[in-house]
């Protein structure tokens, strides 16, 4: 009894201690970024990096904000995030809904044509994305950005929601449609309520890649009203880039929704992840 007592203590001690290790190489970095930022250049450059400010200048928020634009580029990404994340999970949910319960002959096509998207890196599809956005009028505009962010979240949506919508007992349909229920009344009733944890699943993934892509916005917009908050963080690295201060002032602005974004919702998302995860 005495040695699994033993053996018990050693290995919480061990997997702690690994826990410990993993969440101090997470946490670092963003110490270390916010330490900076309160930095004046002159000063980190000329002092150890490690060490705290001297005098903590916080006149490199208000000037990053001021130059980057960040007010208006933050609501944009807001906008974005939050249409682009309704958008892929009511399309990519009632799609996975047809393709997980309903039998015809085009749905193996079909789901195929949506999955090969996951395949698809940003890279491989921007020229041609471009060239379309910009044939059908729609470059510089807020549509124009819409489409493309949801058509790219739309696969990882459709092919969890299919996984999960599968497991879903099929009589529980058939019960719905003896009585008379249509399938949009059968989805709206039944089949998404029931979707809710790998519903959170998609829309973590779905909100963090839209909060944080930056190549094609930067190709589809070319005014500052509608481009997004990594487009401002970019500006930094160009004729600032030597003003290492409110580069890191910036880079916080940016990393700050975030981390409020995680901090409200964070069971949500250990819920929403692990239960998509398992059941998917």
Known sequence: ?????????????????????????????????????????????????????????????????????FGALILNSVFYSIITVAAVIIFGFMAGFAFAKMKNKAVPFLHGSFIIGILLTLQSIMVPLFLMVNAVGLFDTRLGILIPYIGIGLPMGVYLSTEYIKSIPDALIESARIDGAVYLRIFASIIFPMTAPVAVT???????????????????????????????????????????????????????PMLVFYGIFRKQITKGAAAGAVKG
């Open 202 to 256: 998609v829309g973590i993934l779905t909100f963090t890649g839209t909060w944080n892509e930056f190549m094609l916005i930067n190709i589809l917009a070319s005014s500052d009203r509608i481009k997004s908050i990594p487009v401002g963080i970019n500006r930094f690295s160009g004729a600032l880039a030597s003003d290492f201060g409110k580069q890191f002032a910036a880079l916080v602005i940016g990393l700050l």
């Open 1 to 69: 009894m005495a040695r699994i007592r033993k053996t018990s203590l050693y290995y919480l001690v061990s997997i702690y201690g690994l826990m410990f290790v993993f969440a101090l190489l997470a946490i670092y970095p963003i110490f270390w970024l916010v330490l900076q930022s309160f930095k004046t250049t002159q000063e980190y450059i000329s002092s150890s990096k490690l060490a705290f400010p001297k005098v903590w200048f916080t006149g490199n928020y208000t000037e990053s904000w001021r130059r980057g634009n």
